[in-house]
């Protein structure tokens, strides 16, 4: 005796049918979703832009009292220099909770952390900065759904795409466990 | 355009895509919850969706359908009475009736033979999608796949032949479906 069950899976649910306004619903929740996501963006933009205003305005004043440290190193440089975005993924961090210890980059693709970012299938492979940070987080502008708890973690990975497109390749994962970028691209450290 | 193109993806789907969460769920508010979070999803995703658009929702259908599952079974919910789901559903009463033990039976199956057995036999994927859409390997949906089909076995035992149109047993081979 056999049971057809694809047969058997179509019978039960022939039948049934959603709600008619659940296309309406969905779209209206994935539009909330984007006008979070463009002010968090916004929000870190505006973050980032006052640490650099204060880190100038500071500038004069602590060359002033500290001359030893602006002196030209004859040191060779061991780190690369954290660029732009990664700074700014930092400071967007620093809104959703506390940093601390060292903060590590990679250079890296979209395809490549795929697995990590739990990215699409459809994602271009596009270049990214993936930014991770060791603290303690708690996404509030996180979607939640009803009844459900805003996500918390110790270890935050941001992704950001080295050239602003509409590509895609931006996103964020929150985790208790830890997290080693290394097979994705050379590791950089800096102190945030 | 970006609007068009998901609207026209959106009517397609909806149904398919819901009918499917609620095999995965067994509950016709679950799924509908699902199915509005699933269509989110891709429509944030949508620029950046190259290919298929299905895949994508079957791959977030699966995992939702796995978080909600784990939702539920850390908070239980105690129902207010007995056939709330029939009453805000009376012309489907009957179907949800008549196939209560197809449904009944798949919510027995632990949560990843459940996928398996429904995005192969509902969805029509063929193990190499089922593998993609759950992040696991071809190895795991065959095992998976077998398991389920030993447990439907199981739990259906007498009444397969009450379910039994006799039209094909189940298919365990790559490519058989269509």
């Known amino acids: 005796m056999t049971l057809d069950l694809r047969q058997e899976m179509h019978a039960a649910t022939a039948e049934l049918n959603p709600s008619s306004d659940l296309v309406a619903r969905a779209q209206q929740d994935g539009r909330r979703r984007l006008r979070l996501r463009r002010q ?4 870190a933009t505006v973050a980032a832009v006052a640490l650099v205003a204060f880190s100038a305005a500071n ?54 952390v795929a697995a990590l970012s739990h990215d699409g299938p459809g994602s271009p492979d596009i270049p990214i900065y ?16 009803p009844g459900g708890k805003i996500p918390t ?20 994962l929150l985790n208790d466990g830890p997290i080693d970028l290394s097979p994705y691209g050379e590791v950089h450290t800096f102190q945030p | 355009m970006r609007r068009e193109r998901f609207d026209e993806f959106a009517a397609s789907a909806t149904t398919r895509l819901w ?15 699902l199915t509005q979070d699933v269509l989110a999803r891709v429509y944030v995703a949508w620029p950046r969706i190259n290919g298929d658009p299905y895949g994508y929702a079957y791959r977030a259908m699966a995992n939702a359908a796995a978080n909600q599952r784990r939702w539920t079974s850390r908070h239980p919910e105690v129902p207010l009475s007995s056939g709330t789901r029939e009453a805000v559903i009376p012309d489907a009463a009957d179907a949800v009736v008549a196939h ?10 632990p949560a990843r ?27 795991t949906v065959k095992s998976q796949h077998a398991r389920a089909v030993g447990h439907l076995r199981d739990l259906l035992g007498e009444d397969l032949a009450a379910l039994d149109d006799g039209a094909l047993a189940l298919p365990s081979q790559e490519g058989s479906s269509p």
Not at chain 1, 40 to 43: A, I, P, Q, R, S
Not at chain 2, 21 to 32: N, R, S, W
Not at chain 2, 100 to 109: D, K, N, T
């Open chain 1, 40 to 43: 968090w963006t916004l929000g």
């Open chain 2, 19 to 33: 009918r499917a969460a609620y095999l995965l769920v067994g509950d016709y508010h679950l799924a509908e919850d």
């Open chain 1, 153 to 172: 973690g110790t270890e935050l990975v941001v992704f950001i795409p080295v050239a602003s497109t509409d590509q895609g390749g931006d996103g964020v």
């Open chain 1, 130 to 145: 993936a930014v991770h940070l060791s603290g303690h987080f708690v996404l509030n502008s996180a979607f939640v759904p």
């Open chain 2, 100 to 109: 209560a033990e197809l449904i009944a039976v798949l919510g027995q199956l």
């Open chain 2, 113 to 139: 033979q459940r996928a398996v057995v429904v995005l192969r036999y509902f969805l029509d994927l063929t193990e190499t999608d089922t593998a993609d859409a759950l992040n696991v390997s071809v190895g």
């Open chain 1, 59 to 112: 500038l004069d004043s602590m060359r002033a009292n500290h001359p030893e440290r602006f002196a030209p190193s004859t040191a060779t440089a061991s780190a690369i220099a954290p660029p732009a975005a990664v700074l700014q993924a930092v400071a967007e961090a620093k809104t959703e909770g506390t940093v601390s210890g060292p903060v590590e980059w990679v250079r890296t693709t979209s395809q490549k």
